[in-house]
């Protein structure tokens, strides 16, 4: 059986992958690895650092040691960690985002994204244009910080977090053709729209990330 590492931030995150696994890679075996220091450093320090890096690094390759056919990272704001260690391992290290981000490109040249932790919204846009430019689309983008939603979730007020986040959403559907979720934490915000509120597709990233890190693993097996 092949095994899979789950690199979280948010500890809260395992039971979602655990469940999309069991779902999705029934015949994968996943580990998780939580390490809620990265993104507590991310936030303090405003963005990524040299420790964060090599952190990140470090725990890409020890997933390798442990026989790990895949590494997926499920949080954003150290998906530009992916880019540095992918080179120091001989198994696929896997964006959150990127899934997401490929098939925004397939929907709509406007799109908008919606963060709640800063750290998070930058690395989102950014592959947005990174995406763009390899498929040599054109595309215009939105960026949205939902203020005080974050600070409301890690109080424990999740209402007034997916109130937040509503709110933006709503107003990011005028003038947009999708909208992307730059952390999956927001997508249960997404369930407090009306059928009638949801315009344009509103993405979020763990299904898709595991439906390509599926297609992944049937790669390696054709291989």
């Given at each position: 059986m092949k095994k899979v590492v789950f690199l979280h931030t948010v500890p809260a995150l395992v039971r979602l992958f655990d469940e999309l696994s069991r779902e999705l890679l029934p015949n994968v075996e996943p580990t998780h690895v939580a390490d809620e220091m990265l993104l507590k450093l991310v936030?303090?320090?405003g963005g990524l650092s040299p420790f964060v890096y090599q952190r990140v690094a470090d725990h890409v390759?020890?997933?390798e040691r442990y026989g790990a056919s895949a590494v997926q990272c499920t949080c954003s704001s150290i998906s530009p960690c992916v880019d540095a260690a992918q080179p120091l391992v001989g198994i696929p290290v896997l964006k959150i985002d990127q899934p997401m981000v490929d098939e925004a490109l397939h929907l709509g040249k406007r799109i908008g994204i919606a963060a709640t932790a800063v750290t998070t919204l930058k690395p989102?846009?950014?592959l947005v244009y990174r995406r763009a430019a390899f498929h040599q689309l054109?595309?215009?983008v939105?960026?949205?910080l939902c203020e005080g939603a974050y600070a409301a979730l890690f109080s424990g007020d999740v209402r007034t977090h997916d109130e937040i986040v509503r709110r933006s959403l709503l107003d990011l559907m005028e003038r947009n053709d999708v909208i992307l979720l730059a952390q999956a934490s927001m997508a249960r915000a997404v369930d407090t729209l009306d059928p009638e509120e949801k315009r344009i597709p509103i993405l979020t990233s763990p299904r898709l990330a595991v439906k390509h890190l599926k297609?992944?693993?049937?790669t390696q097996a054709q291989n």
């Open positions: 936030l303090a320090q390759i020890a997933a989102t846009t950014d054109e595309v215009e939105e960026a949205r297609r992944v693993l049937e």
